[in-house]
């Protein structure tokens, strides 16, 4: 599985961006999904993931209700809407993908992830 994330940029404290990450291969709608994100001088942290056929979604505590994670599996493609963004938002963001097929846990550690994307920069501006 290769995956390209794009849609990052700059934009100003309290707007919005949509982050896509388009998947190649047969097999992406069985797998989970996952963003993460990491800063400067940070580790890597997990942002949202969501089930592989789109049933439940989880995030992190510092984007609850701002983010929203979707996945369009007849488009191979998993989204990431980001609303309110603040300055602490600002990272380069990844998508990652659970290479085991139909897991039934998601899981919200980079571990349990085994492709990843080449990350697309979010810079958010006070």
């Known amino acids: 599985v290769q995956l390209q994330a794009s849609g990052g940029g700059l934009v100003q404290a309290g707007g919005s961006l949509r982050l896509s990450c388009a998947a190649s291969?047969?097999?992406?709608?069985?797998?989970?999904m996952g963003w993460f994100r990491q800063g400067p001088g940070k580790e890597r942290e997990f942002v949202a993931a969501i089930h592989w056929d789109g049933s439940s979604a989880f995030y992190a505590d510092s984007v609850k209700g701002r983010f929203t994670i979707s996945r369009d599996n007849a488009k191979n493609t998993v989204y990431l809407q980001m609303n309110s963004l603040k300055p602490e938002d600002t990272a380069v963001y990844y998508c990652?993908?659970?290479?085991?097929?139909?897991?039934?846990?998601?899981?919200?550690?980079?571990?349990?992830?085994?492709?990843w994307g080449q990350g697309t920069q979010v810079t958010v501006s006070s």
């Open positions: 291969g047969r097999t992406f709608s069985s797998y989970n």
């Open positions: 990652a993908a659970d290479g085991r097929s139909r897991r039934v846990v998601v899981y919200t550690g980079p571990v349990g992830y085994d492709y």
